[in-house]
């Protein structure tokens, strides 16, 4: 990681859990259309 402030530090966090969240709902998703299908 790059030596920075603490507000770019915690905009990369947030953006980070986001992904993850995204990630994460996105294949439970995925998931349930393809026990539907």
């Known amino acids: 990681m790059?030596?920075?402030?603490n507000k770019s530090?915690?905009?990369i966090t947030?953006?980070?859990v986001v992904i993850i969240l995204?990630?994460?709902v996105g294949?439970?998703?995925i998931a349930g259309l393809?026990?539907?299908?």
């Open 27 to 29: 294949g439970t998703v």
């Open 14 to 16: 947030t953006i980070m």
């Open 9 to 11: 530090k915690k905009i």
């Open 34 to 37: 393809s026990s539907l299908f």
């Open 22 to 24: 995204i990630t994460m």
């Open 2 to 5: 790059f030596m920075g402030n």
